[in-house]
C-alpha cells in the first residue's frame, strides 16, 4: 500500500508546465472568469467609473499581487498540493488547515460557479437560435426569471459545463489544462477586442469612453474603496489554492515575479476591455452602466436588440463569457482533483470524476434552491477566500521567511530586485488591508451597515 502511495504522489510530482506561455496562460485562465467580464463592469458602474478604475488598479498592484506571488512560491518550492504544501513547510501546529480550507473554498465555488457559468452557456444557445431577438425588455426580464425558476434547464446546462471542464481536468497538466488555455486564452482576447471595435463604433459621443478614463474622485466613497480592494483580491482567484496548486506546476527555470506580474496584467487588461466593451454600448442607447448583476442577462440582451448585427455581437458575447468560465473552472476543479488524487491514491482520471460527482450534487441543490447558491457565493467570497488569503499571507513571514520566499522568487539566478518591497507590503501591509475586506464584509450579514 505504501509503495502504491508513492507511486501516485510521483505521478503528480512529474506534472507540470512544458512553457512559460504555458503556465501564465493556464494562471491567467484560472484569475480571468466571470468575475472579470461580469461582475467587473457593473462594480465599476455603480462605483463612478473611472475613478474606481484607478483604485483598482493601486490595490491589484499593493494588494492582490503580493499574495499571487506568495501562492505561487509556496507551491513550487514544495511541489505539492495544496494542503501537504503548507504541511511540508511548516510540520508542526496546524498550518495545513489553510490549504483543507481552500480546498473546502474550492469544492463549495465549484458546486455553485458551474450553475452561474451553466446560464452563460444557455444564453449562447439563445443566442444562436434567435430565441432572444425582437424581445420586449420586459420578456427579456422574463426570460432570465423563467430561466432561475426553471431546475430542470439549469441542471442540463450545469452538467455540460462540468462535462467540458472534467474533460480538460482529466487529460492532465500539460496535455489538458496547459493545451487549452493556450487555445482558449487567445480566443477569449480575439472575441473581446472584436466586441470591444463594435461597441466603440456605436458611442460616437464618446461617453463611454470619458466614463471609463476621465476620473472623477468625488464619485469616490468608502464603499467604493471596499469594492476595488474586494474586486482586486478576487478577481485573481485568491485565497482558494488555485494558484498555489499551479505554482507547484510552474518549473523552477520560470521567474515566479515575472509570471506573477504577466497574470495580474492580463487579468486587469480583460476586466478592462469588459470595461471598453460594455460601457460604449450602454451609453450609446441609453441604458445606466451601473445596473447592478442583471447587465449581461437583463439588460445588455435588449441593447443587442436595438444595434445592427445584434445577433452576432449577443453570440460573441456570450460566447465570451463561456469561455472566461470554462477557464476558471478547471483550475477549481484542478484543487480538488490534485487533493483527492494524493489523499485517496487514486489517478487523474478517477479523481476528476469523483470531485465532479460530489460537486454536481450540491450543483443540484443550487439550481433547484437559489437561496442555497446564494448562501454558497456568500460563504465563499464573504469567508472563506478572505480567511484563506489573510492565512496565507501571515504564513509567508511567519514560516517561510525572507530567505526561503527570496531563494524561490529567484531561482536558477533570477533576479526579484523589488523583493524588499514585497516582503515589506506582505508582512505589514497586506494582511490588515484583506482583514478590512473581511471586517467590512462580514458586517452586513450580522446586520451592520458599516458604509
Not at 466613497?221 to 496548486?245: D, H, Y
Not at 476586466?271 to 442583471?294: D, H, R
Not at 455581437?313 to 468560465?325: E, K, P, S, Y
Not at 477549481?332 to 478517477?350: C, P, Q
Request: charged residues 10%; positive net charge.
Amino acid at each position: 500500500m505504501r509503495a502504491f502511495s508513492n507511486i501516485k504522489k510521483l505521478e503528480m510530482s512529474h506534472e507540470g508546465f512544458g512553457s512559460k506561455i504555458g503556465a501564465i496562460a493556464a494562471a491567467a485562465g484560472s484569475a480571468v472568469g466571470l468575475g472579470n467580464i461580469w461582475r467587473f463592469p457593473y462594480v465599476t458602474g455603480e462605483n463612478g467609473g473611472a475613478a474606481f478604475l484607478l483604485v483598482y488598479i493601486a490595490f491589484t498592484l499593493i494588494i492582490a499581487l503580493p499574495v499571487l506571488m506568495s501562492e505561487f512560491a509556496i507551491g513550487r518550492t514544495t511541489g505539492k498540493p495544496v494542503t501537504d504544501a503548507f504541511r511540508s513547510l511548516a510540520p508542526k501546529g496546524k498550518w495545513y488547515l489553510i490549504g483543507f480550507s481552500g480546498v473546502v473554498c474550492a469544492f463549495v465555488i465549484l458546486s455553485f460557479y458551474n450553475v452561474v457559468a451553466g446560464w452563460t452557456l444557455y444564453y449562447t444557445y439563445l443566442s444562436i437560435t434567435g430565441a432572444l431577438n425582437n424581445l420586449s425588455p420586459a420578456e427579456v426580464t422574463q426570460t432570465f426569471n423563467n430561466t432561475l425558476s426553471d431546475p430542470a434547464t439549469c441542471i442540463i446546462w450545469m452538467l455540460v459545463m462540468m462535462g467540458m471542464t472534467g474533460y480538460v481536468v482529466a487529460r492532465g497538466v500539460s496535455e489538458g489544462i496547459e493545451k487549452y488555455s493556450k487555445i482558449l486564452m487567445p480566443i477569449l482576447l480575439v472575441l473581446i477586442i472584436l466586441i470591444c471595435v463594435r461597441s466603440l463604433s456605436l458611442d460616437t459621443e464618446n461617453k463611454g469612453i470619458k466614463f471609463l478614463l476621465s476620473p472623477d474622485f468625488s464619485k469616490l466613497t468608502p464603499r467604493a474603496l471596499v469594492e476595488a480592494l474586494g474586486q482586486a483580491f478576487f478577481s485573481l482567484s485568491l485565497g482558494m489554492g488555485t494558484m498555489t496548486t499551479y505554482g507547484a506546476y510552474i518549473s523552477k527555470k520560470q521567474n515566479l515575479a515575472k509570471c506573477a506580474t504577466s497574470v495580474a496584467i492580463i487579468d486587469f487588461m480583460v476586466a478592462f476591455l469588459a470595461g471598453l466593451m460594455i460601457f460604449p454600448c450602454a451609453f450609446a442607447f441609453g441604458v445606466n452602466p451601473g445596473s447592478g448583476p442583471g447587465l449581461v442577462f437583463e439588460t445588455l440582451p435588449n441593447v443587442f436588440n436595438q444595434m445592427p448585427m445584434g445577433q452576432v455581437m449577443a453570440i460573441g458575447f456570450f460566447t465570451l463569457l463561456v469561455v472566461a468560465a470554462v477557464t476558471s473552472s478547471i483550475s477549481i476543479l484542478e484543487v480538488l482533483a490534485s487533493y483527492f488524487m494524493t489523499k485517496l491514491n487514486i489517478g487523474r482520471k478517477r479523481a476528476t470524476v469523483f470531485s465532479i460527482l460530489l460537486s454536481i450534487g450540491f450543483g443540484i441543490g443550487c439550481s433547484v434552491f437559489p437561496t442555497m447558491l446564494d448562501f454558497f457565493d456568500n460563504l465563499s467570497a464573504n469567508i472563506l477566500l478572505p480567511l484563506g488569503a489573510f492565512f496565507i499571507i501571515l504564513f509567508v513571514p511567519l514560516k517561510v521567511g525572507p530567505e526561503r520566499m527570496r531563494n524561490e522568487m529567484e531561482a536558477h539566478g533570477g533576479k526579484f530586485t523589488l523583493f524588499p518591497c514585497y516582503y515589506f507590503l506582505a508582512k505589514y501591509i497586506v494582511p490588515w488591508a484583506i482583514l478590512f475586506i473581511f471586517i467590512s464584509k462580514i458586517l452586513p450579514w450580522l446586520g451592520i451597515n458599516a458604509f
